[in-house]
């Protein structure tokens, strides 16, 4: 079996992910944010691509509530932004959340071609990577990236989880997986790679801070989110 | 202004590359090729992407010598394989050489909507670093990757070709490019990171351990071929 990792979103095709389990991330911070929701008791996450898709979709639904970002920052009309300290059970409980961020939710729908897609970032790496090493079958690991080029935060993330994929089953690592798997276990603190990352200097200088330093806590969560048919959930 | 890295020839855009300076890499083995056999006197090196092209462009040049490879070995027919220690003096002096390679050849044409295409390599790092510094635009390092991937025997010749332009001038780095610099920062005995390399494991086990040491030899060399009109030379 082998372990791959595509940078970004934009690179994902049907042929590089079919038959595979794939682990999508935005770690900061779509898939923090799912992982937060689902955990704080959402009835499910629906991804979109588009904020009209967002109020289309929120037509068809009940109980629904919109989050997301355009610009790392809150959508007009929105009732959450991206910030998964937002997506507490008070605001969650029973909801149906419909999210749409600037590169999460597009890895994730364009990831629709596995085998199995499931949902990851730090909170839940162990879990994520218990649950893929579970199916048996080739691991990609895809990043959302940012505005379609690599990010560090998504990739050593990405690198924490294969060294835990590792620890559940013997795998062939790509080339740039075994990266990963080196830039992470040779900052294992977080911050010492990601503070030089584009992104998080965005979020930094828009005063996220907090949103970051709960977003780099590894394995805080032990839940697995699965996208199917359109839908993230706990259990289909 | 700004230096970007491309982890593989397929992923090359002309929107990703226009109005920069490329730096075109395939450390293992054909950048290493085209330098060395400029070197040693060949009046223009040709790439080509397949077999059938090489030899109708033989038909329309003089003085035509073959080289390349398919699955990292001599093609039928052909005079020279990918070894850039076959591209001697005597086999090329006052030669045009028609190359096709799997990977580097195809990066190279990909990469002809930039401003500039300049063909690196280890063994003349600080020379095209020099030279793209020189062009005062934005860089993009292209990686000709393997077989459509990233190669980390690439990455890492990338992250020492970054290093020597920050000695040149003062550039924004991406994500991907800083990941690179840090690989090669930490690892400039480059065989501690490219022994994991899947592209290293195969020429080994094809007995080509002596390309590879070549290859490796940082700024052996002090030339820098440039791609224009489909030709690659020392001076246009």
């Known amino acids: 079996m082998k372990i791959d990792l595509i940078s970004t979103g934009s690179h994902v095709t049907s042929e590089l992910v079919k038959n595979a389990t794939v682990i999508v991330i935005d770690v900061l911070r779509a898939t923090s944010v799912i992982i937060t929701a689902l955990k704080n008791g959402a009835k499910s996450v629906v991804p979109v691509t588009s904020v009209e898709e967002a109020l289309d ?6 109980n629904v509530i919109l989050g997301g970002e355009r610009k790392a920052q809150k959508i007009e009309g929105f009732e959450l932004s991206n910030s998964p300290l937002a997506y507490t059970s008070t605001a969650v409980h029973d909801k149906n959340v419909i999210l749409t961020t600037t590169n999460g939710t597009h890895a994730i729908t364009k990831s629709s071609a596995a085998d199995k897609v499931y949902i990851g970032a730090l909170l839940n790496a162990k879990a994520v990577s218990q649950k893929a090493a579970g199916e048996e079958s080739d691991v990609v690991i895809v990043n959302s ?3 379609g080029s690599f990010s560090m935060d998504d990739f050593i993330a990405s690198g924490a989880i294969i060294d835990e994929i590792l ?23 977080f911050f010492s790679y990601i503070k030089e990352a584009k992104h998080y200097k965005l979020l930094m200088d828009l005063g ?26 706990l259990h289909f």
Chains 1, 2 share one sequence.
């Open 57 to 62: 979709t929120k037509k068809k639904l009940e």
């Open 145 to 147: 990236g940012t505005d």
């Open 167 to 189: 620890q559940n089953g013997v795998y062939e690592l790509t080339d740039v997986a075994k990266t990963a798997l080196l830039i992470y276990r040779t900052h294992q603190d």
């Open 208 to 233: 996220l801070e907090e949103d970051i330093r709960f977003c780099l806590q590894k394995d805080l969560y032990d839940i697995v989110p699965e996208y199917k048919n359109g839908i993230i959930k």
